[in-house]
């Protein structure tokens, strides 16, 4: 089935340094999703992306989506202590949306 | 709009006793999903409903998980007879249309087997 790989799986920054956390898929994928979920909180959604080579911005976070549509990544510009938490990335197969381990960020301010 | 609701929040069993956990997705969405979440690790699909159909249940230990979507709102998964290692956070899930979008998460249902 398809698998759906994160990494890193920790990150700990300094406030104001850039932060980036890479997925791959073991198929191309449909579209692939991205969520943040704070400690003791559950998956909020964050962008999707559907077309090869797609590339979104949302304020300091870039998220880009491979020419192949197997592989994807989140970039933060100049971390702040409020993007801590752990940030997933969804693979949709066309069929079923499976996510990644996902990475866990640690600000330090 | 009122979010997905899941209940109960908590729940602590005996392995090998059986236990149910209830969602009501938001309003008029068509894809329901159930997640289980260990500690530490990412959410593991359990199970996709697309209306009252299943989509794909391909991760669900069927010999003691199941789950329905009644008239394609309301969901229920069961675990009979629970293990230890189920103890984790169940969550469900809904996204609006019968393709995978947004999903919007419930709170969750933190398990306990003892």
């Known amino acids: 089935g398809q698998q759906v790989m994160q990494i890193p799986q920790y990150q700990h920054v300094q406030e104001g340094e850039d932060f980036t956390t890479y997925c791959n898929s073991s198929?191309?994928?449909?579209?692939i999703q991205w969520y943040k979920q704070r400690p003791g909180g559950h998956p909020v959604f964050l962008i999707q992306l559907v077309k090869s080579g797609e590339v979104k911005k949302q304020k300091r976070l870039t998220f880009q989506f491979g020419e192949a549509k197997k592989n994807s990544s989140l970039h933060i510009t100049a971390t702040q202590t409020t993007d801590v938490g752990t940030y997933f990335c969804a693979g949709d197969s066309g069929y079923a949306l499976n996510f990644g381990k996902g990475t866990s960020l640690l600000v330090t301010p | 709009e009122a979010g997905v609701a899941q209940s109960p929040r908590y729940k602590i069993i005996e392995k090998r006793q059986s236990v149910a956990f209830w969602c009501n997705p938001i309003?008029?969405?068509?894809?329901l999903y159930w997640y289980q979440q260990i500690l530490g690790q990412g959410p593991k699909l359990l199970i996709q409903?697309?209306?009252?159909?299943?989509?794909?249940d391909s991760q669900l230990p069927k010999d003691r998980f199941s789950a329905e979507r009644l008239k394609g709102v309301d969901s229920t998964l069961k675990i009979q007879p629970a293990k230890l290692e189920d103890s984790a956070v169940y969550l469900c899930?809904?996204?609006?249309?019968?393709?995978?979008?947004?999903?919007?998460f419930g709170q969750g249902t933190r398990l306990t087997v003892v």
């Open positions: 899930a809904s996204s609006p249309r019968d393709r995978n979008t947004e999903a919007f």
């Open positions: 409903f697309q209306n009252n159909g299943v989509v794909d």
């Open positions: 309003s008029g969405h068509a894809t």
């Open positions: 198929t191309t994928l449909s579209n």
